[in-house]
């Protein structure tokens, strides 16, 4: 009964994603600006596989790909692998939750999973996963969204959109403990700052462009227990 349960409320999840979320996807990857920093800050290059779990529609692996890397990705959405498929023909994806992971043991030598852990169904489980596939000197790389996060503190903000499917949010403390009890140590922590940029701010509706303006300048002076979002590098414990 309750592999029924969680099955329906997976399929349930999937339906979100390929149905609203990815209804309208790009018809190609393309690396953000701030995916290129952070490929630049990891200095990710021609001597690592990286994998990214509930990958989307493959923006970050592009990012990685542009520098040599061997990209590979698994997303429940069917809609954003089929963009990954197309952009990027020399990586790897597949359909499917990131709790059970389709690729062999000690692959990889960078695991990320970037503003989708809040997401799972069973983050244990697919910390488990993880780390299967990494080799054991791999870096790991997890956004995570902030209980902390002084707008939502402070009732201005509820969630994201994909609240409708399901949004678990954490503060920085429990995170790091999830990550502990899953094998992981915290070795650096920093902010998110993706929002510093035109496209998110001047994005529409052009009503709102006032306050993301002023909250994207908040944020680049609020220490990381104010932060909306907040990047966990990683390594395994044993």
Do not use: K
């Not at 990891?42 to 692996?61: F, P």
């Not at 790909?65 to 061997?70: H, M, T, Y």
């Not at 080799?135 to 997890?142: C, K, M, N, T």
């Not at 303006?213 to 044993?238: D, S």
């Amino acid at each position: 009964m309750q592999d029924d349960d969680a099955a329906a409320r997976l399929e349930a999840i999937r339906r979100f994603y390929d149905g609203e979320y990815y209804r309208d996807v790009p018809p190609r990857a393309r690396p953000s600006a701030h995916h290129r920093r952070l490929a630049l800050r990891l200095a990710v290059g021609v001597q690592d596989a990286v994998l990214d779990v509930a990958c989307g529609t493959g923006g970050w692996l592009a990012a990685c790909a542009e520098r040599g890397a061997a990209v590979a990705g698994i997303d429940l959405s069917a809609r954003a692998i089929e963009c990954c498929r197309a952009s990027l023909r020399g990586g790897e994806f597949h359909v499917g939750p990131a709790e059970t992971l389709p690729f062999e043991d000690e692959r990889f030598s960078i695991v990320t999973c970037l503003g989708s852990l809040e997401h799972f169904l069973d983050p244990d489980a697919a910390l488990g996963a993880m780390r299967r596939v990494a080799q054991d000197d791999a870096r790991f790389i997890i956004l995570v969204p902030n209980a902390g996060f002084l707008t939502r503190r402070l009732g201005l903000f509820r969630g994201t959109y994909q609240t409708q499917a399901r949004e678990q949010v954490l503060s920085l403390a429990a995170w790091q403990a999830l990550f502990e009890r899953n094998g992981l140590r915290v070795v650096a922590r920093w902010r998110d700052l993706h929002v510093l940029s035109r496209d998110w701010i001047l994005r529409p509706p052009w009503s709102r462009v006032p306050a993301r303006a002023a909250q994207a300048l908040a944020l680049a002076c609020w220490p990381l227990g104010w932060q909306y979002q907040v990047y966990f590098e990683c390594r395994q414990t044993g």
